[in-house]
């Protein structure tokens, strides 16, 4: 088994068939053994899903040890949006490669990521060619509002969460995705955790599991 990207797979126990997979992307400087962690508090209640953390195709400018999704050495809105689109056909990629190697549709699928994670996940989950179980957003912003409307194809039902103190992705930007999935139409939900920085605390897991049961209709 061998894939476009370097990736980390949880599988579910030996005796459980595979039924729903969680693609988990990591945030900048991050790999997939970082956002792994996240899967400790639900993989008991997710018995037949397969967790997928892959590294980003390239080598973190300010942080050699880790991985970026674009890169964000220019301060340049269309430098930006053109490394996070040529990635973009990267993770396209490697997606396909996933389900063909599990055999499940994206209805199976739920996409996912932290800070740079959850902002490609937005932009790969609108604009994908068949219409994903659901997206589920850490601490991200939409990359480029003007260019994402013109491209969306699917509207999956979406939640965003957000620390209320994040000084790194300030929660400003969630609530700015929000507006801008609801006026496209995107069902959407925002929870904000108070008195939470830039990371993922037990409670926004939380909120994370309920929303990946919903959308896989798991009791």
């Not at 599988?11 to 997979?21: A, F, G, L």
């Not at 590294?55 to 674009?70: D, H, K, L, R, T």
């Not at 800070?115 to 068949?130: F, N, P, R």
Request: proline fraction near 5%; aromatic fraction near 8%.
């Amino acid at each position: 088994m061998s894939f476009c990207l370097d990736t980390k797979l949880i599988k579910p126990d030996s005796d459980k068939e595979i039924k729903n997979i969680v693609i988990l992307l990591h945030g900048y400087g991050g790999d997939g053994n970082d956002i792994a962690q996240v899967v400790l508090n639900w993989k008991r209640f997710l018995p037949n899903t397969l967790f997928v953390c892959p590294n980003a195709p390239e080598v973190c400018s300010i942080n050699p040890v880790g991985y970026q999704w674009f890169d964000l050495s220019k301060d340049d809105e269309e430098f930006v949006l053109n490394e996070s689109k040529k990635n973009e056909l990267v993770l396209k990629n490697f997606l396909n490669e996933i389900k063909e190697e599990f055999s499940l549709p994206n209805s199976k699928i739920c996409l996912s990521g932290f800070s740079q994670g959850c902002m490609m996940s937005i932009s790969v989950g609108l604009s994908s060619d068949e219409k994903y179980s659901g997206i589920l957003g850490f601490s991200g912003k939409i990359i480029n509002k003007n260019d994402l409307s013109k491209r969306i194809t699917f509207k999956p039902e979406t939640l965003l969460i957000h620390g209320e103190n994040d000084d790194i992705v300030p929660c400003v930007n969630s609530l700015e995705a929000k507006d801008f999935l609801e006026r496209n139409k995107i069902p959407v939900k925002l929870e904000i955790i108070k008195n939470c920085g830039h990371h993922i605390p037990i409670e926004a897991s939380s909120f994370g599991l309920k929303f990946i049961k919903k959308i896989f209709n798991i009791n």
